[in-house]
């Protein structure tokens, strides 16, 4: 009963909670841009990195809920419903702490690059190194949910 | 080929500079502020010496304040007169009051010599409006206009200079191969009333930075350039870029199709581009860009070729790859999907590869490192931090490859590998804490070692992403192929072909930030700061002093 219920779960988990976290980006992101761009056009396309970023958070839950929707018919195991539920879980807490990181040090970076444009190549760091932490929230759920139905490798 | 001299040294270095200092006689340096303005080559600076005959009170700061807002006043009543004149039909004579004025002002402005020729266009200018010749009035007045500018512009150049009694001492950069013309043309429109020095870059100094990159390198420039100028004694970092670039973008964006497209979008704006045409801001960019992407296409199609994927379909072209082995482990360099590798759970040969690639690029990073502190002659410094660095690096990879896990039990590492542990930990640790420490500190040498060992640790470690991109790449393009799966013929080529533009469009973005990313901040860590500053000469434009 409970192993059918959780890889669903997990499903929704993988791509609900980085699709919450990548509109909050977005959104922060997106309201300073369109003040600072009414001041200075010229910075929305260096800006627009931090966008992008946050849209690719929501691309990882999407990939990881994918991967899970066709792992679901190999998952028979209590163990292995649990790793996909895991597997969510990582990349959905991964996703929402990147989104919080992109949302506030992104907008900061737009509202900056008003006074000194200049100052991009350094504060984009932030908003990237925030983003590496999705990356690295994928690459974990990718590991976990490679193990699912999968017989162990005998040593 | 020689680094240090020619074409090698000029592609990969900043160009060799000059620092001027001159001291003219009053007079005549507005003359000589034209001359400068019109070679464009000269960037005006202040030294620190000259900073210091300040402080000293051997030199007074010019006050130029005055005679600018007069210039200003006088420029103000010209362009009255212009708008008057603009409003005047041929028949009604305007009044001459506003350049009445202006004439006023110009008699208590002090270097009567320059504002002579002023003089005269005024005269010529009310001289035609008296006749009636509207034009010719219009063309005199703007050539007024010019030639108060090009006064301005001198002034505000005076604002920036030192004066000592009837003279005017500046000082500032100029690219080695302009200094004897420059200096010529200082004396002769001086007329011998100059005393110009020459002096090569000291070690305090910060020249300004002219990077040459060839012409079919800008894009790479650019994208290198906008993390920071490179600094005088760095060298410039496009050249490397341009050939790590699309290699790490290609092993991230692997599709034989893709890199097809992008190869064809890539002609596509060559073509356009010498065709010519006006284009929008956003296609602007891609015209202007041509080869850039047609060098990422290549890559992808190689990638690809690695990976035997097309358009996301895996098991049309069989990956091609070989492998080499590092230590007890064997890299895989292609030779398998990574899709496929998903599904039957075995992620660990990527993962290797991601590193190793990591490693290498690192490890040319510090290459660099090394070959800039050699080419800058500073021996020391390059025994005590490229060299033990780089050693430690490589020497760290080397065994983690070999032992793998066993790295961890520490016991076993030093009871049974102990001379790998010396010959690759101990020995250029030592030489690093000692070296950097009997330089600059003990303190400093410790903090500096911890750094560069955890840093580098984490930037390889941050190279997985390769891997993670890369799967995430053909997991997306494979997506779309398993949604039309049993549809009619129709839909399913519109669902791949949308699938595609996605791809291309969002996974081709978000890819591109990353190796962007990879090179900012992983790679230039190790060999660049870019705190060039930017080389700024002197030029009359529009407002004057630019």
Not at chain 1, 130 to 137: F, H, V
Not at chain 2, 400 to 419: A, P, R
């Amino acid at each position: 009963m409970i192993e059918d219920l959780l890889p669903v779960l997990s499903v929704l988990i993988a791509s609900g909670a980085p699709s919450i976290g990548a509109i909050y980006a977005i959104t922060t992101v997106g309201t300073t841009m369109a003040g600072a761009g009414t001041e200075k056009p010229e910075i929305l396309t260096k800006a627009l990195i931090a966008v992008v970023l946050a849209e690719a958070i929501a691309i990882y839950g999407l990939l990881t809920s994918f991967m899970l929707v066709t792992k679901i018919p190999t998952i028979t195991t209590l163990a292995d419903s649990y790793k996909a539920l895991i597997a969510s879980l990582i990349m959905g807490i991964s996703g929402l702490s990147a989104a919080i990181g992109i949302a506030r040090s992104g907008s900061a970076m737009a509202g900056a690059m008003l006074e000194r444009p200049e100052t991009f190549s350094k504060n984009v760091v932030g908003v990237v190194l925030a983003e590496a932490i999705a990356i690295y929230g994928l690459l974990v759920a990718f590991m976990l949910i490679a193990q699912i139905g999968v017989a162990p490798i005998p040593h | 080929m020689k680094i240090g001299s020619g074409w090698v040294r000029d592609m990969i270095k900043p160009l060799k500079m000059k620092k001027i200092r001159a001291i003219t006689y009053r007079p005549y340096f507005h003359r000589v502020a034209a001359v400068l303005a019109e070679s464009g080559v000269f960037h005006p600076f202040i030294s620190s010496e000259a900073e210091d005959w300040l402080r000293k009170g051997l030199v007074r700061r010019v006050d130029v304040s005055k005679d600018l807002s007069k210039i200003d006043a006088i420029l103000g009543s010209i362009d009255k007169a212009a708008i008057e004149l603009s409003e005047t039909s041929s028949i009604d004579l305007p009044s001459f009051k506003s350049l009445d004025e202006a004439m006023k002002m110009l008699e208590d402005i002090e270097d009567e010599g320059y504002l002579c020729r002023v003089k005269d266009l005024l005269e010529e200018c009310r001289k035609s409006i008296a006749e009636g010749y509207i034009d010719t009035a219009r063309s005199s007045l703007g050539k007024l206009r010019d030639l108060v500018g090009t006064y301005r512009f001198s002034l505000e150049f005076m604002s920036s200079t030192l004066e000592v009694c009837d003279c005017i001492v500046f000082e500032g950069w100029t690219p080695a191969g302009y200094v004897e013309k420059l200096c010529e043309d200082i004396k002769r429109a001086s007329e011998g009333y100059s005393i110009v020095e020459v002096a090569d870059p000291g070690e305090e100094d910060h020249p300004p930075t002219v990077i040459e990159t060839p012409r079919t390198l800008k894009v790479f420039e650019r994208l290198a350039v906008a993390y920071g100028l490179p600094s005088y004694h760095e060298f410039n970092p496009a050249i490397f870029f341009s050939i790590t670039f699309p290699i790490i973008f290609g092993l991230m964006f692997a599709d034989v199709g893709h890199g097809l497209l992008l190869l064809i979008l890539g002609l596509a704006c060559i073509r356009a581009k010498r065709m010519g045409g006006e284009y929008g801001e956003i296609i602007g960019y891609f015209v202007d860009n041509g080869l850039f992407f047609v060098s990422l296409g290549v890559s992808s199609i190689i990638g690809g070729l690695l990976y035997g994927d097309i358009f996301g379909f895996h098991g049309v072209i069989h990956p091609i790859g070989f492998s080499i082995r590092i230590g007890n482990t064997w890299i895989p360099i292609g030779g398998y999907n990574p899709v496929a590798m998903l599904e039957h759970g075995n992620l660990m040969p990527m993962f290797k590869f991601a590193l190793f690639v990591g490693a290498i690029h690192i490890t040319l990073g510090l290459l660099i490192n090394l070959a800039v502190k050699l080419v800058n002659r500073e021996y020391l410094e390059a025994l005590t931090e490229p060299i033990p660095w780089l050693w430690l690096y490589v020497g760290l990879i080397y065994m983690v490859f070999t032992l793998k896990y066993d790295i961890f039990n520490i016991v076993n590492l030093f009871s049974q590998h102990l001379t790998m542990v010396i010959v690759a930990l101990v020995i250029p640790l030592a030489l690093m804490i000692l070296g950097k420490g009997l330089l600059e500190g003990f303190m400093e040498a410790a903090s500096f070692t911890f750094e560069a060992v955890i840093s580098t640790i984490g930037n390889t470690v941050s190279y997985g992403r390769v891997m993670a991109l890369l799967l995430s790449h053909g997991m997306m393009s494979s997506m779309f192929i398993q949604l039309s799966h049993g549809m009619s013929l129709p839909v399913q080529i519109a669902v791949i072909a949308l699938g595609t533009f996605l791809v291309m469009f969002i996974e081709g973005l978000i890819v591109f930030v990353h190796t962007v990313r990879l090179h900012w901040v992983e790679w230039f860590s190790k060999f660049y700061k870019g705190e060039g500053i930017e080389f700024k000469p002197l030029r009359i434009g529009k407002g004057g002093y630019v």
